[in-house]
């Protein structure tokens, strides 16, 4: 028996512990929104974050996840009160098909919480493991960059009062 924390909740599987994280959230867990696209770590459909980190649940056994916390795209916003990458992928109409755009926004968003303000070639490096068959780079980029900008702005126009709120709100 495996235990791990999902999208904040404690959970635990009996499944085999070489299964790749992927197929158990979306199989034992029925979490659909992470997708399989090559299987071989290459492409990045498949990303989730661990304990903070992005990493490709293809490749990942579920053993490697013991007492961890996994974060899906199912845990990092609601349609209610979507993530702020969330919020600029809407506005700028980023996806074609979606199929790699739980990956990208799951990248997008560990990139984020390490900086939280990149430019181009930031999120160029932080990126490259994300693959579109679509092409929509430019938007990706573009959503990820003003994401970015409106934290700074946010920060800038907020008076102190309502920051402290907000913090206090994400504790
Ligand atoms: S499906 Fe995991 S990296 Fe491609
Ligand atoms: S939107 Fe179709 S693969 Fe990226």
């Not at 790699?100 to 919480?113: E, H, T």
Request: charged letters at 20%.
């Amino acid at each position: 028996m495996i235990q791990f924390e999902l999208n904040g909740r404690q959970v635990s599987t009996d499944d085999d512990p070489a299964t790749p994280l992927l197929w158990v959230v979306r199989d034992t867990f029925k979490l659909k929104g992470s997708k399989f696209g090559c299987g071989a770590g290459l492409c990045g459909a498949c990303t989730m974050h661990l304990d903070g980190q992005a990493v490709r649940t293809c490749i990942t056994p579920i053993s490697a996840v013991a007492g961890k916390s996994v974060t899906t795209i199912e845990g990092l916003g609601t349609p209610d009160n979507l993530h702020p990458l969330q919020a600029a992928w809407h506005d700028l109409s980023v996806p074609q098909c979606g199929y790699c755009q739980s990956g990208q926004i799951m990248s997008a968003a560990a990139l984020l919480a390490q900086n939280p303000n990149p430019d181009e070639a930031d999120v160029d490096t932080a990126m490259a493991g994300n693959i579109c068959r679509c092409g929509c780079y430019p938007r990706i980029k573009k959503a990820i960059i003003e994401t970015g900008a409106r934290s700074l702005a946010y920060e800038a126009a907020a008076p102190a009062g309502l920051q402290r709120a907000a913090e206090e709100e994400q504790v």
